[in-house]
């Protein structure tokens, strides 16, 4: 079964930082490109990041640009968004999509996880 | 980058029906890049069409995809209950692969 799990998620304070993780399993990994996609409570989504196959390529929405990083261990079978500088803003669920192709990570998202949930509160 | 606006913001339908939803881009668009997806409450997004009319693998045939230019829609005839849910489009030929800001079909 195709599948990605995330986790990682908690209640943090302004300013903090933490990693989320996504494990995928049923398919060819590195066959795919990976993003996150977030939605805050009540709001619609919000691409946040993503990564083609290979980690050659990498884009990340203007909101969290410069806080936010996304990696991957194709070995793991695994994508990664370490999040600093937590503002409240950030307080969203999160969710790992699997993109089409393997080179555009902005390509259309086949699979999803069902989300990790950050809050970040003082 | 592209901006995508979703109307309505919400469409109160009754099962049976047909819904007509419009996602409008702030330029044209290929229509190579145009993905519609559902979002039913407390789970994630299902991706329901892309290529603005290919439907995504076990997507029911009363969903269908349509548009070119600016300008795209995604039909639903004959509303089931589980229908009633919010819909986004997605546009992908470059980053940031942007979201409308959603629909929601509800029931009337």
């Known amino acids: 079964e195709v599948q990605l799990v995330e986790s990682g998620g908690g209640v943090l304070r302004p300013g903090g930082s933490l990693r989320l993780s996504c494990e995928a399993s049923?398919?060819?990994?590195?066959?795919?490109?990976m993003n996150w996609v977030r939605q805050a409570p009540g709001k619609g989504l919000e691409w946040v990041s993503g990564i083609n196959w290979n980690g050659g390529s990498i884009g990340y929405a203007d909101s969290v640009k410069g806080r936010f990083t996304i990696s991957r261990d194709n070995a793991k079978n695994s994508v990664y968004l370490q999040i600093d500088s937590l503002r409240a803003e950030d307080t969203a669920l999160y969710y790992c999509?699997?993109?089409?192709?393997?080179?555009?990570?902005?390509?259309?998202?086949?699979?999803w996880g069902k989300g990790t949930t950050v809050t970040v509160s003082s | 980058e592209i901006v995508l606006t979703q109307v309505p913001g919400t469409l109160s339908l009754s099962p049976g029906e047909r819904a007509t939803l419009s996602c409008r881009a702030s330029q044209s668009i290929s229509i190579t890049y145009l993905a519609w997806y559902q979002q039913q409450p407390g789970q994630a997004p299902r991706l329901l069409i892309y290529?603005?009319?290919t439907r995504a693998t076990g997507i029911p045939d009363r969903f269908g995809g349509s548009g070119s230019g600016t300008d795209y829609t995604l039909t639903i005839s004959g509303l089931e209950p589980e229908d009633f849910a919010v819909y986004y489009c997605?546009?992908?030929?470059?980053?940031?692969?942007?979201f409308g800001q959603g629909t929601k079909l509800e029931i009337k």
């Open positions: 999509a699997r993109a089409r192709v393997s080179s555009h990570f902005y390509y259309y998202m086949d699979v």
């Open positions: 290529g603005t009319s």
């Open positions: 997605q546009y992908y030929g470059d980053s940031p692969g942007t």
């Open positions: 049923g398919f060819i990994f590195d066959d795919y490109a």
